[in-house]
């Protein structure tokens, strides 16, 4: 069964001070780890694909890694705007012929980013 | 503009009332997908469907109904809606290409009394 595990469940930053957030995984075939933002009552927010160990990928202030057990998103000197839930998913390479894993995303709870002015 | 959308975006309800959530994509999208979202569980898919007319179950499924008549549709139907279905309900869609990420829609919050 595949399984996400993401840390920490709260992260509470000052503007401009740097830090990770951890995902941890499991899976039998990673086709693609997943990062997506969620600001309050709206749906995530997509934000990178990663497909093997070693790739990064970067966007504005956020940094995605990935290895072969777990992904990390770093973010340079945080602005309050990034305050959000932040999610990893992954997705596994399909089991049979049909092809039905290709949208299905196994979801980590989410770490709550707060960054203060 | 590309997106998922769904309706209503809050609904209250009484047990035993069936109810429909829609959601509706523009993107030409085959695959369509229901999570559902709940504090200390994540976002757990609830169905899912490949094409139209082709649906299967995702991991918690039990008091769900979908259909897919159309490419672009895909409701979500709670026949007998208890209080455990109460939860946020979010619509995703994607396509088969190798760098299409799944898109959401912003939810529906479900209440049932």
């Known amino acids: 069964e595949d399984q996400v595990t993401q840390s920490p469940e709260a992260l509470r930053l000052q503007e401009g001070e740097s830090s990770s957030l951890n995902c941890s995984y499991t899976?039998?075939?990673?086709?693609?780890l997943f990062w997506y933002r969620q600001d309050p009552g709206k749906g995530p927010e997509f934000l990178f694909t990663?497909?093997?160990a070693g790739e990064e990928k970067e966007k504005e202030r956020l940094k995605a890694t990935l290895t072969k057990k777990e992904s990390f998103l770093h973010i340079t000197a945080p602005k309050p705007e990034d305050s959000a839930t932040y999610l990893c998913a992954v997705q596994p390479f399909s089991s049979n012929a049909g092809g039905t894993s290709y949208g299905k995303l196994t979801f980590g709870q989410g770490t709550i980013l707060t960054v203060h002015p | 503009e590309a997106q998922v959308t769904q309706n209503p975006r809050y609904l209250i309800t009484v047990t035993g009332k069936k109810l429909t959530v829609t959601c509706s994509q523009n993107?030409?999208?085959?695959?369509m997908s229901w999570y559902r979202q709940d504090p200390g569980l994540g976002l757990r898919q609830i169905y899912y469907s490949m094409n139209v007319e082709v649906t299967d179950k995702g991991d918690v499924p039990e008091g769900y109904k979908v259909s897919r008549k159309e490419k672009r549709n895909f409701p979500l139907i709670l026949e007998s809606p208890s209080p455990n279905q109460t939860s946020l309900y979010f619509c995703?869609?994607?396509?088969?290409?190798?760098?299409?990420?799944?898109?959401f829609g912003n939810g529906t919050r479900l209440t049932v009394t």
């Open positions: 993107m030409n999208h085959e695959y």
């Open positions: 995703a869609s994607t396509s088969r290409g190798p760098n299409s990420p799944l898109h």
């Open positions: 990663l497909y093997s």
């Open positions: 899976v039998s075939g990673l086709r693609g």
